[in-house]
Nanobody, 118 residues
């Protein structure tokens, strides 16, 4: 049974911070590239940040310098530290586990809502 469970979303004021977590079970976590994606109403799902099994990271230009992705293989958990949040960051954030070779072994969480508003 594979599960990706996101947590940490919520309502925050502009300029505030949130820390998202994605806890995985049922996979060999350490061999997966992990990523955060987001989708706002009417928009396509977009990559926010990605981290390889060895810790190499990539960020969308819109979040670079504000967000930090990390992973703890001992806890089967990925994190996204979100600072200096803007209203345009409002979206549902999804956790993704990418096997990289076998697409049938790629998985998604159910998402967590992040709302940045006054």
């Amino acid at each position: 049974q594979v599960q990706l469970v996101e947590s940490g979303g919520g309502l925050v004021q502009p300029g505030g911070s949130l820390r998202l977590s994605c806890q995985a079970s049922g996979i060999v976590f350490s061999i997966y590239a992990m990523g955060w994606y987001r989708q706002a109403p009417g928009n396509q799902r977009e990559l926010v940040a990605r981290i390889s099994p060895v810790g190499s990271t990539n960020y969308a230009d819109s979040v670079k310098g504000r967000f930090t992705i990390s992973r703890d293989n001992a806890k089967n958990t990925m994190y996204l530290q979100m600072n200096s949040l803007k209203p345009e960051d409002t979206a549902v954030y999804y956790c993704n586990a990418d096997h990289r070779i076998a697409s049938r072994l790629d998985y998604w969480g159910q998402g967590t809502q992040v709302t940045v508003s006054s």
